[in-house]
């Protein structure tokens, strides 16, 4: 028997299947278009979501030469704060999806923050007020879609983020939930109760008829009904946001223990355990997780907006380089960035300043610096970046991390790795499969079937590929800090 893991990312869709030892068997991707209506203004169409899942089912279940019938559950992730809103009868979308990188309702959101709501928005849901998230965005769409408000009133239509609607699709319109991780990135759910909360709910203007039920993150959601390519009746019972669905990979069980997902940006996520950390420090409070018979699992979390995607302006903008793979061998070319320092605020700064106004900054420039200065300086700030927020995280937790386990496709990039145990003081372990949004997807599905009976059974399969020990004293390392954070008080400069 195998399981099936639907990865629903920002520009595409991906399907695996793996076998009952967790290791994958196949994998297929597909993109699909980004809608961008105005500067600022991101969009996806729901229907072109909807085809890329089913293509990548069925190519998936053709590439691994298996029946449809041997695919034993179902596990989900997605891209989180991105949301849509359709029609309860004909399931038809009332508007495209909005991608939780659009910042079409950013004066909404400062108009709240004017109001004085941050205290009350960070004790109920861990989260700052941005729009990023997903409530401000359903508010825009009830607001400005002709007819939608009224609709919504009446009961008419049903709101979700990507998960809840490939779970009604998936089911036949049978199934409208979501889980606990999910919900905590709307902005709507009170994350000490676990529910929908009345204040945030009036706040946005919400009714709670639009709103999925919040279940855990395994167990059955729901069963597949008249798609075609899955017959019915196959078991959904994972479901997790993409970054708590990577630590959960991760088998970031305990307290204390952390993940990096280097993608187009970062995510540090920290298991802060059954315990609420409301941080000083600008990060995140979220929920990583809730299973059956247990209290809601929490986390810190912080992340930078470019990270992956400063290599990727390196090769298109100023196209240092052919190949983002090439930046490794460029930036060994030379011992250290020699004083370069680049700060990747392409779209502002992340966490822990917030700060949309920063831009990027190159300095310490000379006539001796070459373009292996610039790749080297571009991993450094990868790593010092995270490295912040991970002090962040520890001041908070008040734990120091033993280990930072990391994942995404920059973490294949062993030099890259190496700057972060140096510039952490910590062991970072880099795993045999580092596409863990979907292995904890599927991890929380066996869970969800009985393939895995506990936590313990997944880290007993969980490899290690390559740990990588610091080798910087303390005294380097606090001086490389401090030259990082000069630099970025120079983006802030407006």
């Given at each position: 028997?195998?399981?099936?893991?639907?990865?629903?990312?920002?520009?595409?869709?991906?399907?695996?299947?793996?076998?009952?030892?967790?290791?994958?068997?196949?994998?297929?991707?597909?993109?699909?278009?980004?809608?961008?209506?105005?500067?600022?203004?991101?969009?996806?169409?729901?229907?072109?979501?909807?085809?890329?899942?089913?293509?990548?089912?069925?190519?998936?279940?053709?590439?691994?030469?298996?029946?449809?019938?041997?695919?034993?559950?179902?596990?989900?992730?997605?891209?989180?704060?991105?949301?849509?809103?359709?029609?309860?009868?004909?399931?038809?979308?009332?508007?495209?999806?909005?991608?939780?990188?659009?910042?079409?309702?950013?004066?909404?959101?400062?108009?709240?923050?004017?109001?004085?709501?941050?205290?009350?928005?960070r004790k109920k849901t861990g989260l700052v007020i941005d729009p990023y998230f997903s409530a401000s965005k359903i508010r825009w769409i009830l607001k400005n879609v002709s007819g939608v408000a009224a609709r919504a009133r009446k009961g008419d239509l049903l709101a979700g983020t990507m998960d809840t609607f490939l779970l009604w699709r998936l089911t036949g319109g049978a199934c409208h939930k979501t889980d606990v991780s999910n919900a905590s990135r709307t902005m709507l759910m009170n994350i000490q109760s676990g529910d929908?909360?009345?204040?945030?709910?009036?706040?946005?203007?919400?009714?709670?008829?639009?709103?999925?039920?919040?279940?855990?993150?395994?167990?059955?959601?729901?069963?597949?009904?008249?798609?075609?390519?899955?017959?019915?009746?196959?078991?959904?019972?994972?479901?997790?946001?993409?970054?708590?669905?990577?630590?959960?990979?991760?088998?970031?069980?305990?307290?204390?223990?952390?993940?990096?997902?280097?993608?187009?940006?970062?995510?540090?996520?920290?298991?802060?355990?059954?315990?609420?950390?409301?941080?000083?420090?600008?990060?995140?409070?979220?929920?990583?997780?809730?299973?059956?018979?247990?209290?809601?699992?929490?986390?810190?979390?912080?992340?930078?907006?470019?990270?992956?995607?400063?290599?990727?302006?390196?090769?298109?903008?100023?196209?240092?380089?052919?190949?983002?793979?090439?930046?490794?061998?460029?930036?060994?070319?030379?011992?250290?960035?020699?004083?370069?320092?680049?700060?990747?605020?392409?779209?502002?700064?992340?966490?822990?300043?917030?700060?949309?106004?920063?831009?990027?900054?190159?300095?310490?420039?000379?006539?001796?610096?070459?373009?292996?200065?610039?790749?080297?300086?571009?991993?450094?700030?990868?790593?010092?970046?995270?490295?912040?927020?991970?002090?962040?995280?520890?001041?908070?937790?008040?734990?120091?991390?033993?280990?930072?386990?990391?994942?995404?496709?920059?973490?294949?990039?062993?030099?890259?790795?190496?700057?972060?145990?140096?510039?952490?003081?910590?062991?970072?372990?880099?795993?045999?499969?580092?596409?863990?949004?979907?292995?904890?997807?599927?991890?929380?599905?066996?869970?969800?079937?009985?393939?895995?009976?506990?936590?313990?059974?997944?880290?007993?399969?969980?490899?290690?590929?390559?740990?990588?020990?610091?080798?910087?004293?303390?005294?380097?390392?606090?001086?490389?800090?401090?030259?990082?954070?000069?630099?970025?008080?120079?983006?802030?400069?407006?």
């Amino acid at each position: 028997m195998y399981i099936m893991a639907i990865d629903q990312g920002t520009t595409g869709s991906t399907v695996s299947i793996l076998n009952q030892a967790g290791s994958p068997v196949t994998k297929v991707n597909q993109e699909f278009p980004q809608i961008f209506p105005q500067p600022g203004w991101v969009e996806h169409n729901p229907e072109d979501i909807w085809k890329s899942v089913l293509s990548t089912i069925e190519k998936a279940l053709q590439k691994a030469k298996i029946s449809a019938a041997e695919i034993a559950a179902i596990g989900i992730t997605n891209q989180r704060e991105t949301v849509v809103v359709w029609d309860k009868s004909s399931g038809k979308p009332v508007y495209n999806a909005i991608v939780w990188q659009c910042r079409r309702t950013q004066d909404f959101c400062e108009k709240l923050k004017k109001e004085k709501k941050q205290n009350l928005i960070r004790k109920k849901t861990g989260l700052v007020i941005d729009p990023y998230f997903s409530a401000s965005k359903i508010r825009w769409i009830l607001k400005n879609v002709s007819g939608v408000a009224a609709r919504a009133r009446k009961g008419d239509l049903l709101a979700g983020t990507m998960d809840t609607f490939l779970l009604w699709r998936l089911t036949g319109g049978a199934c409208h939930k979501t889980d606990v991780s999910n919900a905590s990135r709307t902005m709507l759910m009170n994350i000490q109760s676990g529910d929908w909360d009345a204040d945030l709910l009036k706040m946005f203007s919400v009714p709670a008829s639009l709103l999925p039920e919040i279940a855990n993150s395994s167990g059955l959601f729901g069963k597949t009904k008249g798609l075609g390519v899955l017959p019915d009746g196959i078991p959904i019972t994972g479901i997790a946001g993409d970054q708590q669905a990577a630590l959960f990979g991760q088998t970031c069980f305990s307290v204390g223990e952390a993940k990096c997902t280097y993608g187009t940006g970062s995510f540090l996520l920290m298991n802060s355990g059954h315990k609420m950390v409301i941080s000083k420090h600008q990060l995140l409070t979220t929920v990583a997780w809730k299973l059956p018979g247990q209290k809601m699992t929490y986390a810190l979390e912080g992340g930078a907006f470019i990270c992956g995607a400063a290599v990727q302006w390196l090769r298109d903008g100023l196209q240092l380089i052919s190949k983002s793979s090439e930046v490794e061998t460029l930036a060994q070319q030379v011992p250290s960035s020699e004083g370069v320092e680049f700060v990747p605020a392409l779209t502002g700064l992340g966490a822990p300043y917030w700060d949309s106004a920063a831009r990027g900054l190159i300095c310490g420039l000379t006539r001796g610096s070459s373009k292996a200065h610039i790749a080297r300086a571009t991993l450094e700030a990868m790593a010092l970046q995270n490295t912040e927020i991970l002090l962040a995280m520890q001041k908070d937790l008040g734990k120091k991390l033993k280990s930072l386990r990391v994942d995404g496709g920059a973490s294949v990039n062993s030099l890259l790795m190496q700057m972060q145990a140096d510039y952490m003081g910590t062991l970072v372990i880099r795993p045999q499969q580092i596409e863990t949004t979907s292995i904890g997807a599927a991890y929380l599905a066996g869970l969800g079937v009985g393939i895995w009976s506990s936590t313990e059974d997944i880290r007993r399969i969980w490899m290690v590929d390559q740990k990588f020990e610091s080798h910087m004293s303390s005294k380097s390392r606090a001086q490389r800090m401090q030259r990082w954070q000069k630099a970025v008080e120079r983006t802030r400069l407006t």
